[in-house]
Every structure is written in C-alpha cells, then in structure tokens.
C-alpha cells in the first residue's frame, strides 16, 4: 500500500474522494500530527538556554500591564 498526502483546493473533490472511498478503492485518513505551528513553538521551546519559571512569567506580565495602565 502507498499513501500520499494530498491538499484539497476545490472542495467538490471532497465528494468524489468518499465515493472512491465507498467503492472501498481508497481509504481516507484524516492526519494527526502535529502542526506548523505546534512545531515552530517546539523548536523555540527546544533551543531556549533556560527555562522561564512561571514567576519570570507573571512578573513581566504585571510590570507590562502596569506600564500600559500608567499612560
């Protein structure tokens, strides 16, 4: 068996594929793995030299928010 990816651009083919899929001549699949952007922010989060503490975190939070709010 051989599978294949394929992107969808006009959405009439969605038909004629669960028809193939009907006649048991294919099989759909929908995939799931991980998204582009899931895997940009795991790289980011990979190649950080340290870890952020929840702390870190909101204190920046706060000193943004107080900044915004003295204007």
Do not use: H, W
Not at 3 to 28: C, T
Not at 31 to 52: C, H, T, W
Request: a negative charge.
């Amino acid at each position: 068996m051989e599978s294949i990816r394929i992107e969808i651009l006009n959405p009439k083919v969605k038909s004629l594929l669960k028809d193939l899929a009907d006649l048991k001549l294919i099989r759909i699949d929908k995939e799931k793995g991980k998204s582009e952007l899931q895997e940009l922010l795991d790289k980011f989060r990979n190649s950080a030299e340290d870890n952020i503490s929840m702390e870190d975190i909101t204190s920046e939070v706060d000193a943004v928010r107080k900044s915004r709010y003295e204007k």
